[in-house]
């Protein structure tokens, strides 16, 4: 972990609070919070898909959408301008979490200053951490063993996915042929395969953690009428 990741850390958790501080507020306040996370997840997005192919870096191997992020970031998208897509809500908000503070604690933007590409990564990462804190305080959320499995199983699906993807490409989407070439804690997990395996096992455990803490919350968001 770099100073640099730290100190996005500690913005991005301080700009989750703010902004899940107003998105509490109801009314006016949700909505303009809600509005402003999904255009500027949409930018970042946008930016880290279509500035390689602008400037002729394009490569199948390492420039298509299908990091866990970028899943998340379409989920957090969909659920942050449909306030009744609780489904939306619940996935993104399980996958935007770890997805989010894994990518700012060990960063591989793949990119250095001044390429927008860099600063994509850190926008993009630390807005999913503030639609996470978003989701979780502000849209009615039913966190429920059902929706762990289907976080589960979304993550196995698109492993499976870029697995093939890989084979294909030569690419290392998900990081499912090496770990990052810095510290993550995959290095810690065994050799491959053995740390896909590991990992595997352990997302269920990792969104349980996360959804803890919300667990049941969409029956005290209906009680308080917030919606």
Not at 77 to 91: D, F, M, Q, T
Not at 155 to 168: C, E, I
């Amino acid at each position: 972990m770099t100073w640099i990741s730290v100190l996005a850390l500690l913005l991005s958790a301080a700009g989750s609070a703010a902004l899940a501080w107003a998105a509490r507020q109801g009314g006016g306040s949700l909505r303009a919070t809600r509005l402003a996370l999904a255009v500027l997840l949409a930018l970042s997005e946008a930016t880290l898909v279509l500035w390689p192919v602008a400037t002729g870096g394009w490569s199948d191997a390492s420039s298509l959408p299908l990091q866990l992020s970028d899943l998340a970031t379409v989920l957090a998208i969909g659920a942050l301008c449909c306030a009744n897509c609780p489904r939306w809500g619940e996935l993104a908000y399980l996958l935007a979490i770890p997805s989010a503070l894994l990518a700012l604690a060990f960063p591989a933007p793949g990119a250095v200053p001044p390429s927008p590409l860099y600063y994509g990564f850190w926008v993009d990462h630390g807005s999913l951490l503030a639609a996470g804190a978003v989701l979780a305080t502000s849209f009615p959320l039913h966190m429920s063993w059902a929706a762990v499995v289907r976080a589960w199983g979304a993550t196995a699906l698109l492993a499976a996915v870029d697995g093939v993807v890989n084979l294909v490409t030569g690419g290392d989407y998900m990081f499912l042929r090496q770990p990052p070439s810095g510290w993550s804690p995959l290095r810690v997990m065994g050799p491959w395969p053995v740390y896909v395996l590991t990992a595997l096992v352990l997302c269920p455990l990792v969104f349980l953690a996360i959804a803890w803490p919300i667990w049941g919350q969409r029956r005290a968001h209906s009680a308080k009428g917030r919606w």
